[in-house]
């Protein structure tokens, strides 16, 4: 996602998985809404002040925020509702 490492399907595989639960980071971000995300990692990047806490408040408003995809309530954010691929028969394979 952010850092080109893994894409968001790939971090939620990786966790439900690993975890057992039946959402991933990313599908729980939608679920809260991404204004709540970068509310909050605006709040972290006050504190820290790091070029990475600064990054991160880019690329979401960047991304979501200035889109308008702020996740489940509005249909899209980093998924697509109302059917997201997290909740596709086959995603965990």
């Known amino acids: 996602m952010a850092n080109d490492i893994a894409s968001a399907e790939d971090i939620d ?4 998985i690993g975890m057992g639960g039946p959402l991933g980071p990313a599908a729980i971000m939608d679920m809260i809404g991404m204004k709540t995300v970068y509310d909050v ?3 972290i ?3 820290e002040n790091s ?3 600064a ?5 979401i408003y ?3 925020i200035k889109k308008e995809k702020m996740g489940l ?3 899209e954010g980093i998924y697509n509702y109302p059917e997201p691929a997290f909740t596709k028969e086959n995603f965990l394979k």
């Not at 595989?13 to 439900?16: E, G, I, Q, V």
């Open 13 to 16: 595989k990786t966790w439900m």
């Open 55 to 59: 990054r991160r408040v880019k690329f």
């Open 62 to 64: 960047e991304n979501f």
């Open 73 to 75: 309530i509005v249909g």
């Open 45 to 47: 990047d006050n504190q």
């Open 41 to 43: 990692c605006k709040l």
């Open 51 to 53: 070029d990475a806490s």
